[in-house]
T-cell receptor, first 113, second 114 residues
Framework: EPEVTQTPSHQVTQMGQEVILRCVPI?????FYWYRQILGQKVEFLVS????????KSEIFDDQFSVERPDGSNFTLKIRSTKLEDSAMYFC???????????FGPGTRLTVT | AQSVTQPDIHITVSEGASLELRCNYS??????LFWYVQSPGQGLQLLLK??????LVQGIKGFEAEFKRSQSSFNLRKPSVHWSDAAEYFC????????????FGTGTRLTIIP
């Protein structure tokens, strides 16, 4: 069964460093999302992406965040200058054309020290 | 703005007992509703969804949920829980139009006792 994959599973970085979180959505899906879950809190929407551009972004998704689909298969989330409060589990999700459900990857745990 | 409330933070049930997890939503029109399950250290797995039609929907692992428009609820049920059902359960609502970002509830942690 097709699934969304994410790498790395765990990333530790120092405050102020740039990180790139990678996702490979399900191959025929057209809609892509990033969510995050701070430890002990609910899953929060960050950004949605369709047709090579951002469709919607939340207040969390400020100028230090960016997304890209560099090669038609990967979908990346970049955080330019990480802060302690960026420590969270980041989930990628994808959705097919005409579908209602989003399929989530296993997540990347980002720890900022 | 859409929102989801899961009033039970933590529920403990005995193995073999029935289960009901509550979910209330707020949305201006007919929503898409979902239940996801998250096992420790794992991602989110879709259990079931509702967007139209029969208000009682069946999902994987023996779960079902009932949409009640009058109560703005979408409660998750299982007639007999198994120890492997211990996990965090999230209710989510999505918009009918647009790119359908999901808004999640705070989750209910389910503990199963032998």
């Amino acid at each position: 069964e097709p699934e969304v994959t994410q790498t790395p599973s765990h990333q530790v970085t120092q405050m102020g460093q740039e990180v790139i979180l990678r996702c490979v959505p399900i191959s025929n899906h057209l809609y892509f999302y990033w969510y995050r879950q701070i430890l002990g809190q609910k899953v929060e929407f960050l950004v949605s992406f369709y047709n090579n551009e951002i469709s919607e972004k939340s207040e969390i998704f400020d100028d230090q965040f960016s997304v890209e689909r560099p090669d038609g298969s990967n979908f990346t989330l970049k955080i330019r200058s990480t802060k302690l409060e960026d420590s969270a589990m980041y989930f990628c999700a994808s959705r097919g054309q005409g579908a209602t459900e989003q399929y989530f990857g296993p997540g990347t745990r980002l720890t900022v020290t | 703005a859409q929102s989801v409330t899961q009033p039970d933070i933590h529920i403990t049930v005995s193995e073999g007992a029935s289960l009901e997890l509550r979910c209330n939503y707020s949305y201006g029109a007919t929503p898409y509703l979902f239940w996801y399950v998250q096992s420790p250290g794992q991602g989110l797995q879709l259990l079931l969804k509702y967007f139209s039609g029969d208000t009682l929907v069946q999902g994987i692992k023996g779960f079902e949920a009932e949409f009640k428009r009058s109560q703005s609820s979408f409660n998750l049920r299982k007639p007999s829980v198994h120890w492997s059902d211990a996990a965090e359960y999230f209710c989510a609502v999505g918009a009918l139009i647009g790119n359908e970002k999901l808004t999640f509830g705070t989750g209910t942690r389910l503990t199963i006792i032998p």
